[in-house]
């Protein structure tokens, strides 16, 4: 030309080439799912468009083609409008639709939160049910102090007389049961086989054991008060005097199986 000559240099090495194609195959992957899902939801929205234009339009002929007629009693003219809900397919991604993809995404993004407060929940109901075995074994290895009072009658349970000059000896050795305890050392009673009715103080009278798994109130010592079952008797020939092992069966001791309890400070319960 005028202004000088011009070169073009065409690059031929096989390397470069390679790369280049490589880097444009590259770039065509570029285009994201996204990229394609947006691509064919534009084109179900416009197939949907169309469907409903052309449906509208089949309408629109069909009540063109209808005529108005006037009764001969000459009534009011009714009009009667159907009108056709146009039903919108459901946009589908693939093999799924978008809307219940999209449901189901915030299904997965609820589904962790329940899960944690769940495991929280179990791991709160593991504590509690530790702590309380925990309590219930500290309260069964707890002794409480073991302090003996003078008074022992309480209701309920059965006793003998030993007065012989009451009545001529007429309840001597006859058994009876507590209704009431009077100023701590007078019991009234009602004896079992007569049915009478007597105030009598606690020197005049003495505990009754039971047999075996037959209920009996500790009525002294360190488990003063509490409701057991008779166990055994432990008549052992190197103790002072006879002992009995009972089953605490309510309160806080209970299921705790005592041992050693001296005979006098058990007593059988009327139930």
């Known amino acids: 030309t005028e202004k000088g000559w011009y070169v073009k240099w065409k690059d031929t090495d096989p390397d470069r080439l390679a790369r280049r194609q490589a880097a444009d195959r590259l770039d065509k992957m570029k285009m994201t799912a996204e990229a394609v899902a947006e691509k064919q939801i534009q084109e179900q929205v416009k197939r949907a468009y169309d469907m409903a234009q052309k449906e509208g339009g089949e309408e629109s002929e069909d009540s063109g083609k209808k005529e108005l007629k006037r009764d001969e009693k000459r009534e009011d003219l009714q009009f009667g409008l159907a009108t056709k809900k146009i039903s919108t397919p459901a946009i589908k991604v693939g093999n799924k639709s978008l809307f219940d993809s999209a449901a189901s995404s915030k299904k997965r993004k609820k589904r962790p939160k329940e899960e944690k407060k769940s495991a929280l929940e179990m791991i709160m109901e593991e504590q509690?049910?530790?702590?309380?075995?925990?309590?219930?074994?500290?309260?069964?290895?707890?002794?409480?102090e073991n302090i003996k009072k003078e008074n022992w009658l309480f209701r309920e349970i059965?006793?003998?007389?030993?007065?012989?000059?009451?009545?001529?000896?007429k309840y001597y050795k006859k058994k009876a049961v507590v209704l009431k305890v009077r100023k701590k050392f007078e019991g009234e009673i009602k004896m079992l086989d007569s049915g009478d009715v007597l105030r009598i103080d606690q020197e005049y009278l003495e505990t009754v054991i039971p047999g075996v798994k037959r209920p009996v109130l500790v009525v002294n010592g360190s488990y003063r008060g509490f409701e057991a079952e008779m166990v055994s008797l432990d008549d052992d020939p190197k103790a002072d005097q006879p002992t009995v092992t009972v089953k605490i069966v309510a309160g806080k001791y209970k299921g705790k199986v005592v041992k050693g309890i001296d005979l006098?400070?058990?007593c059988k319960l009327s139930n």
């Open 158 to 169: 059965i006793v003998k007389v030993l007065n012989k000059k009451l009545a001529g000896g």
């Open 128 to 144: 509690e049910q530790e702590k309380k075995r925990k309590l219930e074994k500290a309260a069964a290895a707890a002794v409480p």
């Open 264 to 266: 006098e400070d058990v």
